[in-house]
């Protein structure tokens, strides 16, 4: 290069053309490189151009890889480590240097718009009977995207992401590993809604003392109430069939046997169970608590059986009660049961979930100690019936058809214990049962309780208010003509009195009672409400700032884009200007050199001619 | 080299544990080769179930996004959002499918 020779006003002619170009550029608000600045481009091109046709020549080794095995995974010379981002994208046969794949300053083939393809166009291998038809095209193209996948840090972390999720939940239900958490059930299901019912007061039933000839599930907790994985047991049994048909009906008939609904507090009367404990296993996601349950005992997968529509309902308990469901369930073998489970873990998989409050009455089944001053283990534990007023949060189980339309519900009583103001866990308030309206359906097996009145009891003691619907809570019942007959007439009007005023005393009660569970009701509700509003408002959050990003990085790409556009076209008329001021400098350089030929022509002339009037005047 | 969607770490784990299911007498050793070519398979299985279901024009929206060298997750977030692929779900659904055929039929 002559740059010094020429910026530095060598010739007369070559300085001036220095200054013309230079202002030219100059006036154009353009910067002028400096050689350096130049040479550093030209390389990056060369790089660039080298860089494209490895590129091509990749396509092309990946076309003819595709024509050979359109299904099989080839080894890609990419060697990114899994999980990992490649943030220089050195890897990327796909072209990680060139964010346009315009890497010809001069416009070649390639098309910004599309993919480094050498025949430009789609973004589709070309090659291959296989492409001829539509079909083939579109299968060509989803294998395309396929590979292209595997190389592509943004989809895999995606996708890596939500398989650690799925993974997590599906570890955890399927394999019954204790302590393994899942994730969050986000599902989002068209809104519906519970039918309203009158608001009914009604007093909490008193605790039943232990049932006679109830079926009282096989098996024992441990003593410390160490909660076991149902299936790492169940896998370790299946070795022999003989055992295995005991155990597994053991496990089967886990009903507080593994200590799953029992909480730590086993010094309480009565444990119904916490879901505190199921929740953390759980990472507190509803539906795979109830996997959770289900998998481990089989009292809970006969609890939600009961309410599966008949749609996901598996084939012969559509329509039983749970106890029905329970005792069929154990009469089947290992296998069938485990066939049978599968399908009610699908039917859960398949519920949405919504908060909601009681309305009404409910009854629910529970776990109850015989002898509350016993041992807590399986024999002493027995099935009741128990009942639930209106005003508690619940959660409600649906599932919807293809259409959204809601085909089946239940409410669920989940209930974690928490700590109170001085921070002490009060363990024996947690629960995870089923609800359901109206009367126990145990029928005969219904535990019978004894005649244990909690007020006085008359004959002509009015019934407390009740509605329409009749409702029966487990509880105590008395039987009133028997009391009546053993009593004198002065007896029977004391009682009478005694009887009429702990009636007033009783309606004045059910009343204030009424009035607060209505105002616990209409609590609920607005919380509710006000909790629905808030996640929509994050939704929407949510939503604009995802859109703002995608939109932040489409910017980003473009002005990348044009940035590069702009500096290659820099560039190119630098170079163009070098090579205009290196025909210049040439020109000025034959100039000079014909004007110093010419000097010397005239100079030898000069000098024969003087020479020669010297040999003249000589002469 | 092998390449993966989701990576034999992750995927790793449902195989390990279906294969101490299914051979549980058997040393780890003998067993690497299964394991393997499950891992393979099942992320060829999921690969496939995610991006099966695009259309064309989701399948060149997508190549585009490769062409322009997108590895902002967001932006593939929204693109499978708006494709209507719930990918947890899709991915479970084949994890289901996957373990039910290892195990032939007798996974809770």
Not at chain 1, 34 to 59: G, M, Q, T, V, W
Not at chain 1, 279 to 296: I, Q, R, S
Not at chain 1, 351 to 378: N, P, S, W
Not at chain 2, 45 to 68: H, K
């Amino acid at each position: 290069m002559h740059n010094s020779e020429i910026f530095s006003g060598g010739s007369g002619e070559a300085g001036a053309n220095k200054g013309e170009a230079t202002k030219k550029y100059e006036e154009r608000g353009e910067k002028v490189l400096s050689a350096a600045e130049r040479k550093a481009l030209l390389k990056e091109k060369e790089e660039l151009l080298a860089r494209r046709a490895e590129i091509d020549a990749e396509l092309a080794a990946l076309d003819s890889d595709e024509q050979k095995e359109p299904e099989s995974s080839e080894p890609e010379p990419s060697g990114q480590p899994e999980g990992t981002t490649d943030p220089e994208g050195a890897s990327d046969p796909e072209g990680a240097t060139d964010p346009e794949g315009t890497s010809d300053p001069e416009g070649g083939a390639t098309d910004p718009e599309g993919t480094p393809e050498p025949e430009g166009g789609t973004s589709t291998p070309q090659g291959g009977e296989n492409n001829a038809t539509p079909e083939g095209q579109h299968r060509a193209k989803i294998e395309y995207v396929k590979k292209r996948a595997k190389k592509n840090s943004g989809v895999r972390d995606v996708v890596i992401g939500a398989a650690t999720i799925a993974l997590a939940g599906f570890l955890g239900v399927a394999i019954g590993t204790n302590g393994f958490n899942v994730a969050q059930n986000n599902n989002q299901a068209p809104q519906g809604s519970l039918n309203p019912t009158a608001i009914v007061q009604t007093a909490q039933p008193e605790r039943a003392p232990s049932p006679d000839g109830t079926t009282s599930p096989d098996g024992a907790i441990l003593p410390d109430g160490t909660i076991i994985p149902g299936s790492t047991t169940a896998n370790e049994q299946d070795a022999s069939a003989t055992e295995n048909e005991e155990k597994e009906k053991g496990i089967k008939d886990g009903y507080g046997e593994r200590g799953m609904w029992l909480s730590q507090n086993k010094e309480h009367d009565y444990d119904y169970g916490d879901a505190k404990e199921v929740g953390e296993v759980c990472d507190h996601d509803e539906v795979e608590m109830l996997k959770y349950t289900a998998d481990n005992q089989v009292e809970s997968l006969a609890d939600y059986m009961a309410e599966f529509p008949e749609e996901l309902c598996p084939e012969g308990f559509y329509g039983l009660n749970p106890r029905e469901i329970e005792k069929k369930l154990e009469s089947l073998t290992p296998d069938e049961y485990k066939k049978v489970k599968a399908q009610a873990m699908h039917a859960l998989d398949e519920a949405y979930t919504r908060a909601t409050v009681t309305q009404r009455d409910y009854h629910h089944y529970g776990m109850l100690l015989g002898d509350e001053k016993g041992a807590v283990v399986h024999e002493n534990m027995q099935l009741v019936d128990r009942g639930i007023g209106p005003g508690v949060e619940v959660v409600e189980f649906y599932w919807v058809d293809k259409d959204g339309k809601e085909i089946g519900s239940m409410l669920v009583n989940i209930r974690r214990t928490s700590a109170n103001e001085k921070g002490e866990v009060d363990e024996h308030e947690g629960g995870l049962e089923v609800l359901r309206v109206g009367t126990t359906d145990q029928g005969p097996e219904t535990p019978p309780t004894p005649p244990t009145p909690p007020t006085p009891p008359t004959p002509e003691t009015p019934e407390p208010k009740k509605p329409e619907e009749e409702i029966e809570h487990a509880g105590p019942r008395v039987d009133q003509q028997g009391l009546d007959e053993e009593k004198t007439p002065a007896t029977k009007l004391e009682d009478d009195q005694a009887g009429f005023e702990g009636i007033e005393q009783q309606e004045r009660k059910d009343e204030a009672e009424a009035a607060e569970a209505a105002r616990i009701a209409a609590e609920q509700a607005e919380k509710q409400r006000k909790a629905e509003e808030e996640a929509a408002a994050r939704r929407a959050a949510e939503q604009a700032e995802a859109e703002e990003a995608a939109r932040k990085a489409d910017e980003a790409a473009r002005k990348a884009t044009e940035e590069a556009s702009k500096q290659q076209s820099e560039a190119a008329e630098a170079e163009r200007a070098a090579d205009d001021e290196a025909a210049k400098r040439e020109a000025a350089q034959r100039a000079a050199d014909e004007a110093a030929q010419r000097g010397a022509k005239e100079a030898d002339e000069n000098a024969n001619a003087s020479a020669s009037e010297r040999a003249n005047i000589d002469y | 080299m092998e390449n993966y969607l989701i990576g034999r770490d992750t995927l790793g784990k449902l195989v390990d544990q279906l294969i101490a299911q299914k051979y549980p007498n058997q040393s780890p050793d003998s067993l690497n080769e299964i394991r393997e070519d499950n891992i393979r398979k099942l992320d060829d299985q999921i690969s496939e179930a995610i991006f099966g279901g695009l259309n064309d024009e989701q399948l060149d929206e997508i190549n585009a996004m490769f062409d322009r060298e997108e590895n902002n997750p967001s932006a593939f977030q929204i693109f499978f959002k708006n494709a209507g692929i719930d990918l947890e779900q899709v991915i479970k659904d084949e994890m289901s499918k996957f373990s039910q055929e290892f195990l032939g039929g007798e996974n809770a």
